[in-house]
């Protein structure tokens, strides 16, 4: 396989992954009381509550899952927050797809997504702490940016690569270049 065709593989596979996941993220923006139910199930927390739970992570997944049931019945309309957190991620998502269909003209994407990436580590760090979020969970929110900005680096060079080759053969050749006799 020549090299032009194994970059366009690669930054078509890597560039998937992003958008799917950017997809799975902002889905799972929706459903947050079904998930933190699961999660607090799957932890055997069933029948607690933040006051009577041992350990850290028990009491902060109770202590979440109290708040969401809380809001969800006194002010479900904080939700609809969430469903936009979402529509956001799709649509960075959707945007990708020109990435997917010319990477070398939309380069500037992956350096928009690298930039995003970054910003979404002081984000967290910083409202977490505003919001009273432990540090243990901000690390994870912020992981997001670190594990997103890699796939799009990778694609970045790759397509810095395809735009050098693309120029080398479109140069103009020297006479000395063009024969062989020279």
């Known amino acids: 396989m020549n090299r032009e065709k194994q970059l366009r593989r690669r930054i078509k596979w890597f560039t998937w992954l992003f958008i799917i996941g950017l997809v799975l993220s902002g889905a799972t923006a929706i459903p947050l009381n079904w998930e933190v139910g699961l999660l607090t199930s799957w932890f055997g927390l069933e029948g607690k509550t933040s006051a009577t739970a041992t350990g850290e992570l028990g009491r902060w997944l109770l202590a979440v899952r109290e708040a969401l049931q809380e809001v969800n019945a006194q002010h479900p309309l904080l939700f609809y927050g969430t469903d936009w957190l979402a529509f956001g991620h799709f649509v960075i998502a959707i945007a990708f797809v020109g990435a997917l269909r010319d990477p070398v003209r939309n380069v500037w994407l992956f350096t928009f997504g690298m930039i995003?990436?970054?910003?979404?580590?002081?984000?967290?760090?910083?409202?977490?702490?505003?919001?009273g979020i432990p540090i243990w969970w901000r690390l994870i929110d912020g992981s997001f940016g670190v594990f997103g900005f890699i796939p799009l680096w990778l694609c970045r060079k790759w397509t810095h690569e395809l735009a050098q080759n693309a120029e080398t053969r479109s140069a103009p050749r020297t006479v000395s270049q063009a024969s062989p006799l020279h």
């Open 116 to 131: 995003a990436c970054v910003l979404v580590v002081p984000y967290a760090l910083i409202f977490g702490a505003v919001r």
